[in-house]
T-cell receptor, first 114, second 114 residues
Framework: AQSVTQLDSHVSVSEGTPVLLRCNYS??????LFWYVQHPNKGLQLLLK??????LVKGINGFEAEFKKSETSFHLTKPSAHMSDAAEYFC????????????FGSGTKLNVKP | EAQVTQNPRYLITVTGKKLTVTCSQN?????MSWYRQDPGLGLRQIYY???????DKGDVPEGYKVSRKEKRNFPLILESPSPNQTSLYFC?????????????FGDGTRLSIL
């Protein structure tokens, strides 16, 4: 089965500093990859998705992610953190041979300090 | 407004008492899915449906049933709930995940099985 590893369960940054949330996936091919954000007591919202059109994917709220096949990574970055970015972030991969099945990472909680 | 609506939002019940969590979407989406979220595990897919009368198992289907009699509704049924099904549940819908379309999530249902 596919798997997704989010390397940090918690990340803490100061407002205005860069954000890096790491995600590695297991796959022998290029899957569909997504990043979702979950604010407290809310459902998940799509930040960005990788569709094989470009390795650098831009999403909402200034986030972007780079697909690196050689490293099987899809790390999420943002140049300057904002207080409103504090949330939990999930890296998601579609299943091999079945784009109807999805595997979520265990999540990274981002804390933004003033 | 495009949305996925889950009911109830919160439920405390007892072991063995059948319950249904409803999910409805107003976007005419073909694909719908149920997930459970547990601390440290991210979201795990329970069941999904590609269209009316077409459902399939996700990663953790044991103890759950679903049905898709209409396009807009995808209820999750726990015939005989047990304490290990205490969790936060999310319903999601998508136009077509095969086209990398994003999933839209409901706000979640928190179930406590005593």
């Amino acid at each position: 089965a596919q798997s997704v590893t989010q390397l940090d369960s918690h990340v803490s940054v100061s407002e205005g500093t860069p954000v890096l949330l790491r995600c590695n996936y297991s796959s022998s091919y290029s899957p569909s990859l997504f990043w979702y954000v979950q604010h407290p007591n809310k459902g998940l919202q799509l930040l960005l998705k990788y569709t094989s059109a470009a390795t650098l994917v831009k999403g909402i709220n200034g986030f972007e992610a780079e697909f690196k096949k050689s490293e099987t990574s899809f790390h999420l970055t943002k140049p300057s953190a904002h207080m409103s970015d504090a949330a939990e972030y999930f890296c998601v991969v579609s299943a091999l041979y079945n784009f109807n099945k999805f595997y979520f990472g265990s999540g990274t909680k981002l804390n933004v300090k003033p | 407004e495009a949305q996925v609506t889950q009911n109830p939002r919160y439920l405390i019940t007892v072991t063995g008492k059948k319950l249904t969590v409803t999910c409805s979407q107003n976007m005419n989406h073909e694909y719908m899915s149920w997930y459970r979220q547990d601390p440290g595990l991210g979201l795990r897919q329970i069941y999904y449906s590609m269209n009316v009368e077409v459902t399939d198992k996700g990663d953790v289907p044991e103890g759950y049933k679903v049905s898709r009699k209409e396009k807009r509704n995808f209820p999750l049924i726990l015939e005989s709930p047990s304490p290990n099904q205490t969790s936060l549940y999310f319903c999601a819908s998508s136009q077509n995940p095969n086209s990398n379309q994003p999933q839209h999530f409901g706000d979640g249902t928190r179930l406590s099985i005593l």
